[in-house]
Each structure stands twice: as C-alpha cells, then as structure tokens.
C-alpha cells in the first residue's frame, strides 16, 4: 500500500485528492528571520487536530544545507518550544546523541525551533539492547541522591495519589537513593535513530531533564512499544516490560544506578512520572502495575 501512495505521489496524482491547503492565520514575521529557504523545497507534517497544543513540522533546504523545524502556535505552544529549546541547550554539551540547536524563533502567534534533519535507520521492533549503553553513559558522576528530591517525584506523588493501593507503592519508593542523569522523557523507537555512523540520535527532547531519574526511560521504551505498537492489555504489557528489565546488561545497569533488583517499584515510578505530569493517559496500566 505504502509503495502504490509513493508511486502514485510521484505522478502528482495526491493532487487530484488535496487540491490545496491553506493558511488562513495571516502572514507571521519571526525574530530573528529564519535563513533562507530554497524555493520548492519545504513540506509541511501538520499534527493532529485534537492535540492540546496545535503543531506541525517542516522540512526544508537552505544554503548550509537541510534542516527540520518544529512550528508551535499560541502561547502553550510557544511554552512547549522553549521547554525543548532548554533542553536542548542543556543536554547537547553532554551527549552526542542529544541534536544541535540551529535557533529559536517568535513570532506574534507561533513560534519556531530550528534543528538539522538527521538521517539514519529506524530502530526496529523488538530492538532495545542497543540503548543500555546509551542510557549508561546518560548516568553522571555524582553521588546518589534521595528519590523525593528528583525533578520526576511531584508527578510521581499525584498519580499514585489518586489511584487505589497507590499509598503503599509510594511508602515502597520512599527512601530510596538513585545516580541522577539524563532523563528523556519520551524516550521510544520511533524517537531514536541509529546513524550511519552506529550512534544513536534522539529526538524530541521536550520533557527532557539534566538531572533526571534513571531507567525510567527504559521502562518507557519497553512499555510503550507494547502498548502502542503491539496493543497487548496492561498486564502483558508488564510481563513484557519486567522481561525486558530481566537481562543481564540491563539489571547491571540499574543496579549501578540504585535500584537493585526492585524492578516493581521502577516500572510503578515510570509509569507513574508520565500519568502524574499528564503527558499521557495510562492509568490502567498504572493500577495494573500496582495491584
């Protein structure tokens, strides 16, 4: 099907079906001016219609060469840009794997983050191993530090909180001590690239923190490749993930950044920190994992 719509698009037959599209806000001056585009190289991802937040992602040319940019209109849209912005400027001194950040632009209604376009190939189902070393070298050198004092604990408190049985789990996370480091926040498949090179890249770095909790980000992976790739119910969803945790090079990782072999009591705070900020709905999982 994919391979019939490209041939298809290469004929021009999609105009045939999309005569036109149309944006009807009125022309946006941007501070400072973006650099100058190649006539007919830019196209626009627009995003969906019931986001919260309306965006879209263009793609473009310019005389250093391609780039891509993440568009964000009205005030919560310029709020999520220079969260990532901060990110990004954060993080990139850190890690190779984090993108540059070519500029952050504003205008009256909408607001523009400039990044290069990255290639690379797609991580493939089920591919995860890959990550630990990426994930280890996102762990920093510093002593270990009390859970309550993570930027990720507030979120954790408000989803377990509100969920029955929630109580006991957070008496269980009390206490503890982990290594802070980078944490993503939306670390996925689709998120990451592998270079030519080998490295990996990832992308979208709006909830991303310096200090972060760790394996938090691993747990995520796992799940949400489960829960939204594969559609399994929330407890295979949580055989999957505590499976996934079970390996090796996977528990000498988080037993170095303090959690032992307590694997319940990180998928109930990983679960927990995306439910509590309100990034995404998952509470059945959630009460899953804590029952």
Known sequence: MVAGIA???????????????????????????????HPGTCGFLFGSPDHEIQRAIACYETPDGWEVAKVAFGDAGARMLDREADALREIGPMTTAAPPLLGLHRGEDATVLRMPYLSGDKI??????????????????????????????????????????????????????????IRHGDFTRWNVLRKPTGEMVVIDWEWGQTQGMPGIDLVHYLAQDARLVRRLPPQQVLEETRHGLMDPDVMAYLNDCGWGDDLDALIVAAIAYPVGANHQKNAEVLREAIG
């Open 124 to 181: 493939r189902p089920g591919e995860s191993w890959d990550m630990v070393g990426m994930l280890k070298s996102w762990v920093s050198n510093q002593a270990s530090k009390s859970i309550e004092s993570f930027p990720e604990w507030p979120a954790i408190i408000r989803a377990l909180e509100t969920t029955p049985e929630g109580g006991s789990a957070l008496k269980r996370l009390t206490g503890k001590t982990l290594i802070p480091g």
């Open 7 to 37: 041939a298809a698009s290469s004929l021009g037959l999609h105009r045939l079906l999309f005569q036109s599209v149309r944006y009807f806000g009125g022309q946006v001056t941007l501070d400072p001016p973006l650099p100058r585009i």
